[in-house]
């Protein structure tokens, strides 16, 4: 595993500020950069079963890998490293349809804490709204309200944080 590899895996893994999903999507990113070493796979899923194992979309994402390693079939396992991505997108494009409708007039949002889910919806809202300000509340002890803060503003999105 090179330097660059292993800074990437250790970023998700000791990572106590991620929401589950986030957590998936960035080992499904990492997945699809080591496809063509199955030794390195193996090894990152045994990782990420003992320091993820606590979150159900983790070892739900590990079991359905796992039964493909079983097969030895490089193609299936790449068709679900990308099939995966592409399902994340269009779930997050389908919450932000819905949610649309509702929210195109709306100018500023207010929310608590860190969620990738909130910030992908205001991600794309941002594209249909280039005035959209967003009011982040901090959330102790791990600062996940200005750590979303940061998210947000690196996103070109206008950010108002509230400390507790």
Known sequence: MNKKNSHQ?????NNKTLGSSELVRLLNDYLISILKSKTQ??????????????????????SDI???LKKDSKDELRDFLMSF???????????????HLKLKKVKRVITLS???TVLSILKLLRQKN?????????????????LFANDLAQNGIKVEFITD
Request: aromatic content about 8%; charged content about 30%; some cysteine.
């Open 41 to 62: 796979i193996i090894k990152t899923i045994r990782l990420a079963k003992t320091e993820l194992g606590h979150f159900e979309a983790i070892n739900s994402y590990l």
């Open 66 to 68: 796992s039964s493909i």
């Open 114 to 116: 860190r969620s990738g």
């Open 9 to 13: 895996l250790n970023h998700f893994l």
């Open 85 to 99: 991505s592409s399902k994340e997108n269009e779930k997050f494009e389908a919450i932000f349809d819905k949610a």
């Open 130 to 146: 280039k005035n959209l300000q967003v009011v982040v509340c901090e959330s102790r002890p791990k600062q996940e309200g200005r």
